[in-house]
């Protein structure tokens, strides 16, 4: 009885130890704390649009406890910086934290930028102080890349407008409308839609040197920008029965549907369409010219005709959507009940499936259905009449050189594709896809 008394009273003295020695705080000037990250860094962003919430650990990894005594900004509102400590929003200043000896504090940082009235991102620091009780000081550095842009909401163009501009320009609402018998024209200007946003022109579109994508400048994981997720923006949809709508020299990239043409005309010449949540080119009666274009990565067909008249020369075609086994074709056409006449020469089709051409006849009525390819390399197992097939390439899986391996960068672990086409493909030295001189 004595012995069992001994030790229970030992076990009650080792505890009241323990308890006294982790509530213990120390004002030793040795003792600091460590941090998860000593910088922490955003993305670019648009001045005035909030942030994502970044997060960092506050770690005592020393034998007492640690009191801090503030917490502060550096340039307390001026920044747009705003930080929360353990749950504590500092407005301006967070008091009286403690981190006992082994534990942590979880911080989390967002930032909304002021307008920095310059054309280029302009740097955004501040820095978290933390004045420990100890009277020492230790620092947390913020930074971010703040751009100024011209916001845009539901802008509707009801007369011939030309918009030019050296600022992004930020389109939320539905977008932009083009009305019946009005011209937009797009110069050297980059658009960035936010979700839901697109172009829906039943006038007139005219676009050269611009940038269509999303709005998100952020990332959705360290390695992985949201600029490579698909389906952040609606797309360009055109539906002009007057003029023709002409792109040049463009790029439109992580859309739901890129472009769709419903009865219309469009000539695309040096522009990419890319990684589509949706299909890359749409189009239904229409008539089309391509040239030196690039159409790739789309969840359905990266161009889709049904009942069209198009010319597609000097083009690279590519599926290789990373998203879904069940994507759509590189190229397909189709007749439906409206005529179709098709013209390819000099173009690379190509993708991950061993045939990524298609085309179908859906209908019991005479309908015309005119293709003809030339100077092409396909990737496809058959073709059913040859006699529309002159000088091809006919690649197959088992080729040195096919699919991915045409192009100068495949990464598929981080979704980076550069489809210049490398030198050891047959299509460089042929001048097949999309190969300037």
Same mark, same amino acid.
């Given at each position: 009885?004595?012995?069992?008394?001994?030790?229970?009273?030992?076990?009650?003295?080792?505890?009241?130890?323990?308890?006294?020695?982790?509530?213990?705080?120390?004002?030793?000037?040795?003792?600091?704390?460590?941090?998860?990250?000593?910088?922490?860094?955003?993305?670019?962003?648009?001045?005035?649009?909030?942030?994502?919430?970044?997060?960092?650990?506050?770690?005592?990894?020393?034998?007492?406890?640690?009191?801090? %005594?503030?917490?502060?900004?550096?340039?307390?509102?001026?920044? +747009?910086?705003?930080?929360?400590?353990?749950?504590?929003?500092?407005?301006?200043?967070?008091?009286?934290?403690?981190?006992?000896? +082994?534990?942590?504090?979880?911080?989390?940082?967002?930032?909304?930028?002021?307008?920095?009235?310059?054309?280029?991102?302009?740097?955004?620091?501040?820095?978290?102080?933390?004045?420990?009780?100890? #009277?020492?000081?230790?620092?947390?550095?913020?930074?971010?890349?703040?751009?100024?842009?011209?916001?845009?909401?539901?802008?509707?163009?009801?007369?011939?407008?030309?918009?030019?501009?050296?600022?992004?320009?930020?389109?939320?609402?539905? +977008?932009?409308?083009?009305?019946?018998?009005?011209?937009?024209?797009?110069?050297?200007?980059?658009?960035?839609? $936010?979700?839901?946003?697109?172009?829906?022109?039943?006038?007139?579109?005219?676009?050269?040197?611009?940038?269509?994508?999303?709005?998100?400048?952020?990332?959705?994981?360290?390695?992985?920008?949201?600029?490579?997720?698909?389906?952040?923006?609606?797309?360009?949809?055109?539906?002009? $029965?007057?003029?023709?709508?002409?792109?040049?020299?463009?790029?439109?990239?992580?859309?739901?549907?890129?472009?769709?043409?419903?009865?219309?005309?469009?000539?695309?010449?040096?522009?990419?369409?890319?990684?589509?949540? #949706?299909?890359?080119?749409?189009?239904?009666?229409?008539?089309?010219?391509?040239?030196?274009? %690039?159409?790739?990565?789309?969840?359905?067909?990266?161009?889709?005709?049904?009942?069209?008249?198009?010319?597609?020369? $000097?083009?690279?075609?590519?599926?290789?959507?990373?998203?879904?086994?069940?994507?759509?074709?590189?190229?397909?056409?189709?007749?439906?009940?409206?005529?179709?006449?098709?013209?390819?020469?000099?173009?690379?089709?190509?993708?991950?499936?061993?045939?990524?051409?298609?085309?179908?006849? $859906?209908?019991?009525?005479?309908?015309?259905?005119?293709?003809?390819?030339?100077?092409?390399?396909?990737?496809?197992?058959?073709?059913?009449?040859?006699?529309?097939?002159?000088?091809?390439?006919?690649?197959?899986?088992?080729?040195?050189? %096919?699919?991915?391996?045409?192009?100068?960068?495949?990464?598929?672990?981080?979704?980076?594709?550069?489809?210049?086409?490398?030198?050891?493909?047959?299509?460089?030295?042929?001048?097949?896809?999309?190969?300037?001189?």
């Amino acid at each position: 009885m004595i012995r069992r008394l001994f030790f229970f009273m030992l076990t009650i003295a080792a505890l009241l130890t323990a308890c006294t020695d982790n509530d213990s705080f120390s004002t030793a000037a040795g003792n600091r704390l460590t941090f998860s990250e000593d910088t922490i860094s955003f993305d670019t962003l648009f001045s005035t649009v909030p942030s994502v919430t970044q997060v960092f650990w506050v770690y005592n990894r020393s034998n007492d406890g640690i009191r801090i %005594q503030t917490a502060r900004l550096e340039r307390a509102s001026q920044s +747009g910086y705003r930080v929360n400590v353990d749950g504590t929003y500092l407005n301006p200043v967070g008091q009286d934290f403690e981190v006992r000896k +082994g534990d942590s504090l979880l911080v989390f940082v967002e930032v909304t930028t002021h307008e920095n009235h310059a054309d280029s991102p302009q740097l955004v620091e501040d820095n978290l102080i933390l004045t420990l009780e100890s #009277g020492a000081v230790q620092r947390v550095n913020l930074r971010t890349y703040s751009w100024d842009a011209k916001k845009i909401a539901d802008l509707v163009i009801s007369r011939d407008t030309v918009i030019e501009s050296s600022v992004p320009l930020l389109i939320s609402g539905y +977008g932009i409308k083009v009305n019946e018998g009005a011209t937009l024209t797009l110069r050297n200007t980059d658009l960035y839609f $936010h979700d839901g946003a697109g172009i829906e022109a039943n006038g007139q579109l005219m676009a050269d040197n611009c940038l269509f994508r999303g709005d998100r400048l952020d990332r959705m994981f360290d390695y992985l920008p949201y600029d490579r997720i698909p389906g952040q923006w609606g797309g360009i949809y055109l539906a002009s $029965h007057e003029k023709t709508n002409e792109l040049t020299n463009c790029e439109i990239r992580n859309a739901v549907d890129a472009i769709v043409c419903d009865s219309t005309e469009l000539v695309l010449v040096n522009t990419i369409i890319h990684n589509s949540s #949706g299909a890359g080119l749409m189009a239904r009666n229409s008539l089309l010219s391509l040239a030196y274009c %690039q159409l790739t990565n789309t969840l359905d067909d990266c161009l889709s005709l049904e009942g069209c008249q198009a010319e597609i020369h $000097h083009c690279t075609l590519g599926q290789f959507y990373p998203f879904s086994a069940n994507r759509g074709s590189a190229l397909s056409f189709v007749t439906s009940t409206l005529p179709m006449v098709l013209s390819c020469s000099h173009t690379l089709i190509t993708g991950y499936d061993e045939d990524v051409l298609m085309g179908q006849v $859906h209908t019991t009525e005479p309908v015309v259905c005119e293709y003809y390819f030339a100077d092409c390399i396909v990737r496809t197992d058959s073709v059913n009449d040859p006699e529309r097939f002159e000088r091809m390439i006919w690649e197959t899986p088992k080729d040195s050189v %096919q699919g991915k391996q045409h192009f100068k960068t495949i990464d598929e672990d981080n979704l980076y594709y550069d489809f210049t086409i490398d030198s050891i493909s047959p299509a460089f030295n042929r001048k097949i896809g999309r190969i300037f001189d």
